[in-house]
Each structure stands twice: as structure tokens, then as C-alpha cells.
């Protein structure tokens, strides 16, 4: 009842469109998709990675189980003895009144990655930090399990303003 009278309902991606369409399709023809922006002038060309040199996958984002990353970091641990040059950076908040799983999800993610060369960065809210953060990454990956809880992937779409690749999960807001 309360979208009857609105003459357009923006959804910030196609999934959120879908959904919308879903629940209530007599909204189709006025809900359009228009994506959240990334402000591309933060972002500079990344620098040529000298052969040999440490490489970074980065993972920018809440550091919250449906997120995927103790998915990442089993896979992560996995290929880090065929790939001993690289080195696996978590970026973003743990305390749960930052979006996070909390203290606990994080003491089990460090203690099932010990050993291992993963970085914990914590929350970055500075926009030049984070850009900077980007630009040291030479594969971003976002291994999101919430195929209801995600909306539209600007992290992944800030990796690529920086010049890194993303490797995403196969949700609909991806796609």
C-alpha cells in the first residue's frame, strides 16, 4: 500500500529489482534500476607488480559469517603452500555494533588462521585509506554467502575502479 502512489521505485540492482517484482508485480513498470555510484576520482591506476614480488588478496568488507569468510580463509590456506608469495588482507569491521560478527567469530577466524600470512586491517572508513588499501591488491575476492542480504556489491565494483580484479560469489547481486 504504501508504493501504490509513487510514480517510480528505484532498486539499487537487479536482484533488489527482482525481489520487488516478486512481492508485489504490479510495481514492474515503475521500478527501475539505478546502481549506487563509486567515486571513481579516489581511485588511481594500480603500479606494475614486479615478478616475484608479495601479492595481496584483498577482501574488503564486514567481517560477519554470511559474508563467506571462513570460506575464504579455509581456501585461502589451502593454496598458500603452491602459493607462498601471496598473502590474504581482511579489511573491515569486526564489533557487531559495526555490522560484524562480533569478537568471537573473529577469535575463531584468527585462531583457524594461524600461521597462515592473513592481515587483519579492522574497520577503514577513511575514503584515501581505502582507496590506497585497494590499490595495494592484486586480486580482490568477496565470497558472500547472503543471497538475501546482499543488495549490490559497491566493494566489488571499488576493487575494479582500483585496477583489481574481483572474484565474487555467484549471487544474483553480482551478476
Given at each position: 500500500?504504501?508504493?501504490?502512489g509513487?510514480?517510480?521505485?528505484?532498486a539499487i540492482?537487479v536482484a533488489?529489482?527482482g525481489?520487488?517484482?516478486a512481492g508485489?508485480?504490479a510495481?514492474?513498470?515503475?521500478t527501475?534500476v539505478?546502481?549506487?555510484?563509486v567515486?571513481?576520482?579516489r581511485?588511481?591506476?594500480?603500479?606494475?607488480?614486479?615478478p616475484?614480488?608479495?601479492?595481496?588478496l584483498l577482501?574488503?568488507?564486514?567481517?560477519?559469517?554470511?559474508?563467506g569468510i571462513?570460506?575464504?580463509?579455509?581456501?585461502?590456506?589451502g593454496l598458500?603452500v603452491?602459493?607462498?608469495?601471496?598473502?590474504?588482507?581482511l579489511?573491515?569491521?569486526?564489533?557487531e555494533?559495526e555490522?560484524?560478527g562480533g569478537e568471537?567469530f573473529?577469535?575463531?577466524?584468527?585462531?583457524?588462521?594461524?600461521?597462515?600470512?592473513?592481515?587483519w586491517?579492522?574497520a577503514?572508513?577513511d575514503?584515501?585509506?581505502?582507496?590506497a588499501?585497494y590499490a595495494?591488491g592484486?586480486?580482490?575476492?568477496?565470497?558472500?554467502?547472503?543471497?538475501?542480504?546482499?543488495?549490490?556489491?559497491v566493494?566489488a565494483?571499488?576493487?575494479?575502479a582500483?585496477?583489481?580484479?574481483?572474484v565474487?560469489?555467484?549471487?544474483?547481486?553480482?551478476?
Amino acid at each position: 500500500w504504501l508504493y501504490r502512489g509513487a510514480a517510480r521505485i528505484v532498486a539499487i540492482s537487479v536482484a533488489v529489482r527482482g525481489a520487488i517484482v516478486a512481492g508485489q508485480p504490479a510495481l514492474a513498470s515503475r521500478t527501475v534500476v539505478i546502481p549506487l555510484p563509486v567515486d571513481l576520482s579516489r581511485f588511481g591506476h594500480r603500479p606494475v607488480v614486479a615478478p616475484g614480488s608479495k601479492r595481496t588478496l584483498l577482501y574488503v568488507g564486514r567481517i560477519h559469517p554470511e559474508k563467506g569468510i571462513e570460506l575464504l580463509l579455509r581456501a585461502f590456506m589451502g593454496l598458500q603452500v603452491r602459493y607462498p608469495n601471496w598473502r590474504l588482507a581482511l579489511v573491515g569491521p569486526i564489533s557487531e555494533s559495526e555490522g560484524g560478527g562480533g569478537e568471537a567469530f573473529a577469535g575463531a577466524l584468527r585462531e583457524l588462521s594461524r600461521g597462515a600470512a592473513v592481515e587483519w586491517r579492522g574497520a577503514v572508513w577513511d575514503p584515501k585509506v581505502l582507496a590506497a588499501l585497494y590499490a595495494s591488491g592484486d586480486l580482490f575476492c568477496y565470497p558472500s554467502l547472503a543471497e538475501r542480504g546482499e543488495a549490490f556489491g559497491v566493494a566489488a565494483l571499488e576493487s575494479m575502479a582500483a585496477g583489481v580484479p574481483p572474484v565474487v560469489s555467484d549471487l544474483a547481486c553480482f551478476r
